[in-house]
Every structure is written in C-alpha cells, then in structure tokens.
C-alpha cells in the first residue's frame, strides 16, 4: 500500500458548540478579517445564518460551508446548529472535516450539546482547538472553564494525544482572539496561525482514482439537483464520466456537469477537483447523503453518513376541518408527502413513514422542536395541514419496555431551586448534579425522560419568571420510569360552528383561558381556551346576548375582555393533548380535537355535555 500523501494548500474544520455560544458572530469575523469584503463594505450580521427562521430566532438550523483564504492556504469552515434537535447536521458536517474548534462561553462553560458534539468529534479522532468565547462578560471565568473542559474532555475517554489540545481566548463579537488572556486584543490572526499549525492538511492516496462521499445535497433552478461533499482520492474534470453507488451498492452512471468551490459564501466554477476539496456537482437526480461518486473503473463504495436514531415522532396529515381550504394554497396528501420526503432527502435525522390512514404519514426526528422547524417552514411555504402531538418513540429491549432519556441542564436563581426540582421529579427526572457558586444562581443536572420535557419549556420559563434557561440532550435509552400526567388541565371546546361573540367569551371567562377573540370563526370540536380543571367541557362560544324592548340601569354596559396572547407554534405543540391535534395554515393556528363531534366525544367518554 502507498504511503499517504498531503493537500498542504487546504484545510476543512467544523465550528462545534453549543447554542448560542458565538460560532456565527466568530465566522463573520473570520470571514471580514481573511479579506472577504472591502473595508467600506456594509455587511449584515451572522452572514451564515441565510434562512429565514434563522435569523428571525437567533439560531443556527442547518450546517453551512464556506471559504476564506490565510497564507495562500484555502480554508474550508463549516457552521455547525448548536441545538441538540439537529444533532444530524453536525454528525454530517464532521465527515467532511480533519478538525474542529470547539467553542465554549467562558461563562456558562460546558454544557449538553457541548459534550454531544464533541463526543462525535473525538469518536471520529479529529484533533480539537478549544476556544473560550465571550471573555470580556463580566460573569466570565475563563480558568475555572478550562478546568470544567479538562473534565469533559477525561469523562469522554479522551487519549493523551486529545488531551493535549491547544486552548485560545476570544470575543468573537470583536473579532478577537489572543493565545494568553494577557495578549493585546488585536484581531483573529492567533486562530487563524493555530488552524494551520494545529488542523491537519487532508491526507489521501495518490495511487487511487477518485472518490467523494456525498453529505450534503442543494438545489439549483438552472443546475438542478446539487451533490455537496468531500473528495476522498483522486482528481476529477468537467464532464467527466463516473458513477454513484447509493445503499443498494448498485453504481448508477452520471457525467460530472459543473464543479464549484467555496469562496466565502458564494461559489465559483472549477475545471478540476483535487483531493480534500468540499466541492459541489452537478449532473445528477437520484443521489441521496451518504452515496459514494467514484470511477467506473473502481467502484468502491466508502463508509456511508451514519446518525443516531430519531427519538419522536410526529403525525402530519391533511386539514379535515370546516374550515379546510381557506388560507392555504398546498392542501393535498401528495404534495405534502413530496414535501416531507424533500426534507428527509436533505436532513439525515428524519426519516417519513406511511400510516394506515392514506391521509397521514408518521415524521421521525429528534425533537419537537426540529419538527416544529418543519412545520413552520411548510406553512410559510402555503401548505396546509393538521400535525399530532409530539410522541416519543419506545423500543423494547429482552422484553421490557425502554424510553429515550435527556439529559439536562439548568440554570436558574436560587429561589426557583424548589419548584423546578419539583415539577422535573413528578416527571420522572432524577438529580444528577447540583452546584452553587454563591452567585445567587444555581446549576443542576437532571436526567428525565424525553417525554417529560414535551410540554415542559413553556412552564419552566413561567416558573422561574423568565431568568431560567434550560437546554438538554439526547443521553441514550433507559427503562421506562412509569406513567405521569402531561396536562393538569382540561380543555374548552366548541359545541357548534360559528363567529366567536364577546358576550358568551365574558361568561367563559371564569372557567379558564380563552385562546380566540370575538369575531374569530370557530367549529364543533375546536378548541377554544383551557379549562380550569382536568376534564373537557363543550361551549357554545357564539351565544348572542338575548334582546328585549324593556331598558334596565346595567344592561347595557360594555363588556371588557381579558387580551389573549396568541401561541406560538412551539406553544401550541406543547399544549396539545393525545387527543388533540393542530390545524396549521399560512394564517392561523389552531387547536381541535382529533374527533370533532361533540356527540360521538361524549359516547366515548372523551367529555361532558354542557348546554
């Protein structure tokens, strides 16, 4: 066997951390000070956060390459999310990558998606370069979260090599970064020396043809279908004929229309690839993450993109109320499935399977929140559907029953210690940790089941007043920790269509919260507010205040309701019941039960009549 060889004119890392530690502010850095723009350019903030959604909520969603150049060497960044729901776009992104920057808020420190992500990076043996963001905060503690990084680096089983990883000090939204908390603050170039000197170059064998393993796809209106990954070996030329081996092994062939490479965020035409290049190709349909595009002459197929199995599932069907068709422009079973089988196309962690309604299919990610992305993408794309609860997915393993376990983190002032610890044990959640720095604010550690945390987001916030922050992830599956309530309360539900009246709102309004406003259209089985206690009652929302020719003092005051405060979407998924489903259009959002019929509900004991 030849002797591995060096592209020392390139290098590919990942950003990794968890969210909201800073990896898009230090991209825009990195990509302003590697001469990307002219000094008079006037460039938005977080440059890699393209989407809609992304830049609405703060957060990355989908991992993203780029390019900037040092020292006549080209380096390839990708931007990883730092949320635990989309898990799957950084498993993709580290198969394309030699190294990561791990970057870790000198304040909070370490915290779960931070041990994820760098679980992945160290099975994958990438050397690591540890950057401590956020150091001019005046809660910083740069030398007790090196320490804390230490321990998640032993308590992942690191080998001496890892342990010996190079630590840099930044405020990437000055775009600076130092290798001594002492150093001038002056600009990047300390990161960008360390990735060359730290990053290996990409290594590949000069005697084999080319190979490129396909972890990312695109869509061009002009190019069509786009293949987006990493050359393994080998160089290859415009129009070039190769084949695709997808998971059936089965080499399909394909001729190599367009090469581009990254420079910055845009792309540019290339004659020819060489190993290590992110490259993206065009000329070919049927390809999926994780094909191999090898040489006919040698059709080896690499190991394909392996992620961790989805852990909820979530019902997607067609809108089957009164009020269906209204709002949406995409209402048919075949286009939403066209459209959820895209994203699964495109997102390795989701995975749409068939029901036995033809209506409905069954969508498996890893969070409700991913799903909540999806469905919020969808209908501001103008599809029209009903979605279920998000469910939990089971497995049983030797004959018991096991569920997927999170593990969570919790920052919160020392008052709410109490309630917290409360409601998280009578969702089954068990202490792991507890520390307290005397600040005032605690950090505790839970191990709950995922389907405790279904629902539980919004309540936490409103315990602790708002100051709380929770994040969690994914820790593995454990036996099945017995059965709790989701809901202490019940729901109000409308027993006739119509247009909601402000008289019969003002009478309701004892019996609970009212999610609709006078003038609303409602239906028999939509849901119209929250009930003070645990069961369901039909109410008749659109009942008119009776008119009589006799005047009285008082009859004719002004009725002043409460101010309803819409739910978001996330909100409205965590409120939801097993019998409830959503009804999501461009417009609105609501909230009904799976059987409208307030007569057939009674028969199966699902409420009590109320006239």
Request: charged residues 30%.
């Amino acid at each position: 066997m030849s002797s591995l060889a060096r592209n020392e004119s390139l290098r590919n890392i990942a950003i990794i951390a968890h969210v909201d530690h800073g990896k898009t502010t230090l991209v825009d850095g990195l990509f302003k000070q590697s001469g990307m723009f002219r000094a008079d350019q006037v460039v938005d903030d977080r440059l890699m956060d393209s989407m809609e959604l992304e830049r609405e909520r703060g957060i990355t969603i989908s991992a993203k390459n780029c390019a900037v150049g040092w020292k006549g060497v080209r380096i390839n960044i990708l931007d990883t999310p730092g949320h635990a729901d989309f898990g799957g776009e950084v498993e993709r992104a580290l198969s394309m990558v030699d190294g990561v920057i791990l970057l870790v808020d000198a304040s909070e420190g370490p915290l779960p998606q931070t041990r994820f992500v760098l679980r992945k990076a160290l099975g994958l043996s990438l050397p690591v370069i540890v950057v401590l963001n956020k150091i001019d905060r005046k809660d910083a503690r740069p030398a007790e979260v090196l320490n804390e990084v230490y321990d998640l680096f032993i308590d992942l089983d690191a080998n001496e090599n890892q342990l010996e990883f190079p630590v840099l000090y930044a405020i990437g939204r000055d775009a600076v970064a130092m290798n001594n908390l002492n150093d001038e603050r002056k600009d990047l170039s300390p990161l960008f020396d360390a990735i060359l000197k730290y990053i290996p170059a990409p290594s590949y064998d000069p005697e084999m043809p080319f190979h490129m393993l396909v972890a990312d796809l695109d869509y061009s209106d002009y190019l069509g279908r786009l293949a987006v990954g990493r050359i393994r070996n080998g160089r290859a030329h415009t129009k070039d004929a190769l084949v695709c081996i997808g998971e059936d092994g089965k080499p399909r062939p394909l001729r190599a229309t367009r090469f581009q490479v990254y420079q910055g965020k845009n792309m540019v035409d290339v004659d020819e690839v060489s190993p290590g290049d992110i490259v993206v190709m065009a000329g070919i349909e049927d390809v999926t993450i994780g094909d191999t595009i090898c040489t006919a002459a040698d059709p080896s197929p690499l190991p394909r993109i392996k992620v961790d199995d989805p852990t909820v599932s979530m019902r997607f069907g067609i809108n089957t109320s009164p009020l269906a068709g209204r709002e949406g422009k995409i209402v048919q079973a075949r286009k939403i499935r066209e459209r959820l089988d895209r994203e699964a196309l495109r997102n390795v962690s989701i995975r749409v399977e068939d029901t036995e309604d033809r209506d409905a299919f069954l969508v498996k990610g890893r969070g409700e929140f991913q799903m909540a992305i999806i469905v919020e993408t969808m209908r501001r794309e103008g599809f029209e559907l009903t979605v279920g609860r998000p469910e939990v997915i089971f497995k049983e393993i030797d004959g018991q029953k096991y569920e997927p376990i999170e593990e969570v983190s919790i920052d919160c002032d020392e008052i709410y210690m109490g309630v917290v610890t409360e409601k998280l044990n009578f969702r089954k959640g068990r202490m792991t940790n507890c520390v307290n720095n005397g600040t005032g604010r605690v950090r505790l550690s839970f191990s709950v089941p995922a389907r405790g945390l279904i629902g539980y987001r919004d309540e936490f916030l409103t315990d602790t007043k708002g100051t709380g922050i929770l994040n969690s992830n994914y820790s593995g599956y454990e036996p099945y920790r017995g059965d709790f309530l989701t809901r202490m309360t019940g729901s109000l539900i409308a027993d006739r269509a119509g247009n909601a009246v402000a008289y019969a709102l003002f009478n309701l309004e004892p019996r609970g919260r009212l999610f609709v406003v006078p003038g609303d259209p409602v239906y028999e089985g939509m849901v119209v507010g929250e009930h003070n206690r645990d069961n369901d009652i039909d109410v008749n929302v659109t009942k008119e205040k009776k008119l009589t020719n006799l005047r009285a003092a008082g009859h004719d005051e002004n009725i002043i309701l409460t101010p309803v405060r819409p739910m978001s979407l996330e909100q409205c998924l965590n409120f939801m019941r097993e019998d409830e489903l959503l009804e999501v259009t461009p417009q609105s959002l609501r909230l009904r039960k799976a059987v409208l019929s307030c007569s057939e509900r009674y028969r199966m004991g699902g409420g009590r009549k109320r006239v």
